[in-house]
């Protein structure tokens, strides 16, 4: 077997692969410690700054350890990076053959049965959609693997996938007749036979939420769980073990029974009715909100006459549904899997509805068109715990920002972690001489209703003196737009903003410009590499504190300080400061990149948790003078 210490020096296997590599302590030390955990089947928390190459230092042990990995990161981005990019690289630098496959959630294969279903039904389709999923059908006969993301005729966002992809609720199992040739089947196939197994935080948790009712074991029994983008995880994992309900689940039930209905009979107007009703009441009941786009409290439905009606009425008309199918259930297949789905949905409703107990958070959103009705566990620690204990693997969480000024405290205690090593290796960046974090004198306090037009007027000078190049950081959308509207008279760099555009063409237009300005919220503040000289400036408005009129954090804060703790210090500030951590990120991508970060949020030095953010931060020279960000931007 290949020593791991050869592997990663100057002259060893991925120096031969990988032009113009250099050896990283960090990274060999990761490495060193990521093979110590799978062989003794040891828990780990590995936090590794940006440039550690912690995706090497973690796949290369796991693969030489000749057990079954599973690898799940953040997104399927990220996933698809790892198996199209980082992978390929280690098979040519390894001699020992291994094999990886890349899996993901049943809603990104193509479902040849469904797609038939939706053909035979063409009368029902508009024209254009009719075409579209006949150009489906054309690449469908040549995919081998049914991946979505393949077809470049039709967006992965494209709404008539629904029609085409599956879901557990509508998967007819072991009685669809395509089940043989079922590209979700194949794919969990190779997973099973595979070394490794990359999957995302979302499809793991969804496997995790399966099995607590009985289903699930979509994922391999692995040796090793490798967590990549850890700090990701809690929040979606909380995501899986409460409840939701969308506008769209029950528009989807209703679409998909009428189907059904019209497929095998036309027999029975009541079903079809209940279809049409339960439609209605969603209109309804999205249309009492309001037009506002808001987050709010469960109480603020119940405290609202009306828009409580109109929820009642929604579980009425589901009910109803749920009676009708029950009884044409045992026509068709289809007929009986929309039953059952009604059903459980109408238990879910109930759950929210009714839920009295202190361990969740009932809450709402409203989109344009659609809501969404949750109910969030308030500690995911327990079940997270009793989760990793059906998995007798080596777990291993690895992220750029899991610590808070050194410590895994936070993170552990989110996720129930116990006997559990950490270790810590910063960035090999030369940050001292790389970059420049500038806080200015003066700024106005962060309650200022004029916050936001007093730190442009900051910003401005480092804009010009950085010459563009810039990512313009904020904590909520109302201060972006407020940006814009000043920016846009008083510099000439092309401006960019969140939402004009989709996130990838904003960042390759960013790219491309070379002086442009990009203004952003929280889907900026990680996740996002670019190198070189097109981003040189990273300017952060406020310290990314979690909005309190947030209802999830709300309750969350309240559940904290009636247990006697301290919700400030153990779930507020850590949470705000890995946020920043994440957005400081951005700026230092590559051992030549060079860049100013400014933070314009007083309570930095103001305040005396502020030293908890400048310990989070990487070493980097320090100044409160525009003339050493001029100076710092000269040839």
């Known amino acids: 077997m290949t020593d791991i210490n050869s592997f990663f020096k100057a002259d060893g296997a991925l120096a031969k692969v990988i032009s113009g590599y250099k050896p990283r302590i960090p990274q060999m030390e990761m490495a060193q410690a990521v093979e110590w955990a799978i062989t003794h089947g040891q828990h780990l928390i ?11 230092a ?42 990886a496959t890349l899996l993901k959630g049943r809603a990104n294969y193509l479902c040849t049965h469904r797609l038939d279903y939706a053909l035979s039904a063409t009368q029902h389709l508009h024209k254009q959609d ?36 599956s879901t557990r609720d509508n998967c007819l199992g072991q009685d669809c007749p395509d089940y043989e040739e079922c590209f979700v089947m194949k794919a969990r196939r190779k997973a099973q036979d595979a070394d490794v197994v990359i999957v995302n935080h979302h499809l793991l948790c969804a496997d995790w939420s399966l099995r607590e009712i009985g289903f699930g074991e979509l994922l391999p029994n692995a ?5 990549d983008e850890a700090h990701q995880l809690a929040n979606v994992a909380s995501n899986f073990l409460g409840v939701s309900l969308s506008a769209k689940q029950f528009v989807d039930l209703s679409d998909d029974s009428l189907a059904a209905y019209l497929q095998i009979t036309h027999d029975m107007p009541d079903l079809k009715a209940a279809c049409e009703s339960l439609k209605l009441a969603v209109k309804d009941f999205r249309l009492a909100f309001g037009l506002e786009l808001k987050k709010g409290e469960w109480q603020e439905i119940e405290n609202n006459p009306p828009l409580y009606a109109d929820l009642i009425q929604l579980q009425k008309q589901l009910a109803a549904l749920t009676r009708q199918l029950e009884r044409a259930a045992e026509r068709s297949k289809e007929l009986e899997l929309c039953f059952k789905r009604s059903e459980e949905m109408d238990a879910q409703l ?7 107990t202190n361990k969740t958070i009932r809450w709402y959103e409203t989109h344009k068109n659609s809501f969404t009705l949750n109910s969030t566990p308030l500690d995911i620690a327990a079940a997270f715990r009793a989760f990793m204990q059906q998995h007798q693997a080596a777990w291993i969480f690895t992220s750029a920002t899991l610590s808070v000024a050194g410590k895994f405290d936070y993170f552990s205690k989110n996720l129930g972690l116990s006997n559990v090593v950490g270790y810590c290796w910063e960035s090999p960046f030369d940050y001292p001489n790389q970059a420049l974090f500038y806080h200015p004198k003066g700024l106005p306090e962060a309650t200022d209703p004029d916050f936001t037009d007093k730190i442009v007027e900051f910003a401005i000078p480092v804009l010009q003196a950085s010459q563009g190049r810039a990512f313009f950081l ?39 410009h070379g002086n442009a300005i990009l203004l952003g919220t929280a889907s900026f503040w990680e996740g996002v590499d670019v190198r070189g000289e097109a981003l040189s400036c990273v300017i952060i408005d406020k310290l990314p504190f979690a909005s309190p009129g947030d209802p999830v954090l709300k309750a969350r804060l309240e559940a904290m300080k009636k247990q006697g703790r301290n919700a400030f210090f ?20 590559d051992v030549d990149d060079k860049g100013v970060l400014m933070v314009c949020d007083p309570r930095l030095l103001k305040k ?14 320090r100044t409160r003078d525009i003339a050493d960000v001029v100076e710092f931007f000269k040839p």
């Open 350 to 356: 109930a759950a929210i509805i009714e839920d009295k």
């Open 608 to 621: 005396g948790y502020g030293q908890i953010f400048l310990n989070s931060v990487p070493p980097m020279r």
């Open 223 to 227: 040796d090793a769980i490798v967590i």
């Open 58 to 99: 973690y796949l290369v042990p796991a693969i030489l350890s000749g057990k079954k990995i599973i690898v799940s990161t953040g997104t399927k981005n990220l996933q698809e990076q790892l198996f199209n990019n980082d992978i390929p690289i280690i098979r040519k630098a390894l001699a020992e053959p291994f094999s």
């Open 46 to 56: 590995v936090e590794a700054g940006t440039g550690t190459g912690k995706t090497f």
């Open 570 to 589: 153990e779930y507020q500030l850590p949470t705000a400061a890995i946020a920043l951590k994440q957005g400081v990120g951005r700026l230092i991508r």
């Open 474 to 512: 904020f904590t909520s959308y109302k201060a972006l737009n407020r940006a814009e509207e000043l920016l846009q008279e008083k510099l000439d760099f092309p401006l960019l903003v969140q939402g004009s555009y989709p996130k990838t063409i904003l960042l390759e237009r960013f790219k491309q």
């Open 130 to 165: 009719g075409q579209t999923l006949g150009k489906i059908r054309t690449w469908a006969k040549r995919s081998k693997t049914g991946d979505i993301a393949e077809m470049a005729e039709v967006s992965e966002s494209d709404p008539l996938w629904y029609q085409a992809t």
